[in-house]
């Protein structure tokens, strides 16, 4: 991925989209290291109890904008335990910076993509993986999630739009084409030859990818 052109300014910016309790948190982790280390910015950071999902604006402005202008963006995490931002977190424009979480590939965000990702997973899966994560005392919060999660992806659906679909099983990740045709370049130059991604199974793992 490092041989395609930027997207957001310098900055090659890859979404990790899917369902709450995917694997995105652990798929993006692993991404990131092949990448030679590539910072990781979770959205859980950027979403709040009263903006699940309106949170484009203030991702735009503390986030893609830097980024865009060749600076190191800043945003403040929030803290889902106590109900506030805290401290502001430098973001650099690396060659390559990983954005993951429920959203990720929302409409607002893909034309800054380089690559969308999709941890292909079903849904009831996945929330059922996130609720036996959480446990008991999430109940109330996974019931409002999900209800919110399915309202988004109804209006603004990620998976149409994914290069990749990534299955997790814990001996590898398994990789085969999105629905919006993906290529690989071969070479580091815009008239370099470009070949398909080819399915296949990558990276092995003795640990459950079903995390968030």
Do not use: N
């Not at 290529?183 to 995390?211: I, N």
């Amino acid at each position: 991925m490092l041989r395609l052109p930027p997207s957001c300014g310098p900055v090659r910016l890859i979404g990790v989209d899917g369902h709450a309790g995917s694997g995105k948190t652990t798929f993006a982790a692993r991404l990131a290291e092949a990448l030679g280390g590539a910072p990781v910015l979770h959205l859980d950071d950027i979403a709040t109890h009263r903006e699940l999902f309106s949170w484009t604006a203030r991702f735009a402005s503390e986030v893609l904008e830097p980024l865009r202008e060749g600076r190191t963006a800043r945003y403040a995490p929030y803290d889902w335990s106590a109900r506030r931002f805290g401290a502001p977190r430098p973001l650099p424009p690396a060659p390559a910076v990983v954005v993951e979480g429920v959203g990720a590939g929302r409409r607002a965000l893909r034309p800054s993509l380089t690559r969308l990702i999709w941890m292909d997973v079903p849904a009831e899966e996945a929330w059922r993986r996130g609720r036996r994560r959480d446990g008991e005392e999430q109940r109330a919060f996974w019931d409002r999630w999900e209800a919110a999660e399915r309202a988004h992806f109804a209006r603004d659906p990620s998976r149409p739009h994914a290069h990749l679909l990534v299955r997790g099983p814990a001996s590898g990740y398994e990789l085969s084409e999105g629905p919006s045709p993906t290529f690989l370049t071969v070479g580091d130059d815009s008239s370099a030859p470009r070949e398909p991604l080819r399915p296949g199974r990558y990276g092995t793992s003795g640990r459950d990818a079903g995390t968030a």
